[in-house]
């Protein structure tokens, strides 16, 4: 009881001393929205928020009979420390936002796993099974040229684990064969030649930063050749040679496709896929599981078996291994029904324009200066960079950006923070990154944006 002395503040005392209507500690606890709070974020999160509510009413800032509802204003809705945003950046994989959202089958598989599971555990003999058996069946089934497949924690570590595994260690090449073009860009384009170094492999560049010719890769390869690394860049540079050319140098070709199209698709058609690259030649392809593939982080392998098992039982492995809510979740994305990357490709521009028109109207009905326009989406950080998606946006007047960014933090399960594009003065809500279950969600959001920005 030592704060009642600290929060003494006589000039605000009248004649009953509010410090004794003061509730206390388990009389609030005991109240059953606190008891709430308590049993989604524990007590000792619930405890602090009532001394400091406590202590408010004891300074006489706030009256006794508030002090439930401060402290109850004070805590978060629940303990997760992840805010869920809508994306409407038209970016449909977008770094900040965590990329591919995943599919509602997706996320019930990992609720599902988040307890104990069968992750490296055959239920039918008792002992210890493949891990993630089930996701790996599935990728294979998906790609039916990979001989042998296996899954990282990203594509990065995929990366990592293959130089390490083909590029150093006894009786291995120390040499990555790699195009100039290749190695220079921005993103993990650009960060690439470091990760791969860091393992102790040398990076062998060749050719110019625009074009590479099998002639210059025929020279550079030799006995101390690990393999040569395609690295997917569709934008400048690159190399003129295909992996028909590379495939005949008699050393392993990696294919790092980047954003994880297993097959060709049709909204993307400059777009390499794991499928292609590995009928074309490649014995090893490298992907990401959460870029295109519409997936979880992951990094995925696939290829011919003798290499896939040298990444696979390599030590290193052990550290990039994927967790179970992954294989969960790549399971399903695999085997379920098309995910939002997909479908967010796949909409016709005429489909997103319409539901741009419907939410432009309902928002100017509201009094909101909305306006529907054409806008171009992207496919976003890694995938397909270049390419434009011809889309629709919903235009704002900018001062909307915050409090939508911002979004209300008392309705977070019911009016998310929405993510716009700034252009001009004004702020944009590209809808093909946004699912169209989610409009009346974004509808009530810019209304709830509007009005903080009406009081402000
Ligand atoms: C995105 C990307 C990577 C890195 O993949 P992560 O899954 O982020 O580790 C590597 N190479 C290419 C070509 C990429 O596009």
Same mark, same amino acid.
């Given at each position: ?33 606190? +008891? ?35 402290? =109850? /204003? /004070? ?153 040569? =690394? ?37 909204? =993307? ?152 594009? +700034? ?20 509808? /009530? ?12």
């Amino acid at each position: 009881m030592r704060g009642w002395a600290a929060g003494f503040r006589p000039g605000r005392l009248t004649s009953v001393d509010p410090r004794r209507l003061v509730p206390r500690t388990d009389a609030l606890l005991a109240d059953p929205r606190l +008891a709430a709070a308590e049993r989604r974020l524990g007590r000792g999160r619930v405890k602090a928020a009532v001394a400091a509510a406590q202590q408010q009413a004891r300074a006489g800032r706030i009256r006794p009979g508030e002090v439930a509802a401060t402290a =109850l /204003a /004070a805590l978060p809705a629940h303990a997760a420390s992840l805010v869920p945003v809508l994306n409407a950046t038209g970016v449909l994989v977008h770094d900040g936002l965590g990329r591919a959202p995943l599919s509602a089958a997706a996320r019930a598989a990992v609720a599902t796993a988040a307890g104990c599971t069968d992750l490296e555990f055959d239920l039918a003999s008792g002992s210890r099974g493949q891990r993630g058996a089930g996701a790996l069946a599935a990728l294979a089934a998906a790609v039916p040229a990979a001989q042998a497949v296996h899954v990282v924690s990203s594509n990065a570590a995929a990366l990592v684990l293959a130089a390490t595994a083909l590029a150093t260690g006894p009786g291995n090449g120390r040499e990555i064969v790699v195009s100039r073009g290749e190695l220079t860009g921005t993103g993990a384009a650009g960060r690439l030649p470091g990760l791969l170094e860091s393992t102790g492999a040398r990076i062998r560049a060749v050719g110019t930063t625009r074009r590479a010719t099998p002639a210059d890769y025929a020279a550079a390869v030799g006995p101390d050749t690990a393999f040569v =690394l395609k690295a997917h860049r569709s934008r400048a540079g690159g190399s003129g040679a295909g992996l028909a050319d590379l495939a005949g140098l008699g050393v392993p070709v990696l294919g790092d496709i980047g954003a994880g199209l297993l097959a060709p698709s049709a909204a =993307l058609p400059g777009e390499p896929d794991a499928g292609t690259w590995l009928r074309a030649g490649a014995g090893l392809v490298t992907a990401s599981g959460d870029k295109l593939l519409g997936g979880p982080q992951a990094g995925l392998i696939l290829g011919r078996a003798d290499l896939v098992t040298r990444l696979a039982r390599h030590p290193l492995a052990r550290a990039l291994r994927a967790g179970k809510l992954t294989f969960a979740a790549l399971g399903a994305t695999l085997a379920g029904p098309p995910v939002p990357v997909a479908e967010a490709l796949a909409a016709t521009a005429a489909s997103v324009f319409s539901r741009a028109e419907r939410l432009a109207g309902r928002l100017a009905v509201a009094g909101i200066d909305a306006r529907a326009v054409r806008a171009l989406a992207v496919a976003g950080d890694g995938a397909a960079p270049g390419v434009a998606l011809p889309s629709a946006a919903v235009s704002l007047p900018g001062e909307l950006a915050a409090p939508l960014r911002a979004g209300d933090p008392a309705r977070r399960g019911t009016v998310p923070p929405v993510a716009g594009r +700034a252009a001009g003065d004004r702020v944009l809500l590209d809808l093909r990154s946004v699912a169209p279950d989610a409009d009346d969600t974004l509808a /009530a959001a810019v209304v709830a944006a509007a009005a903080v920005l009406q009081r402000s």
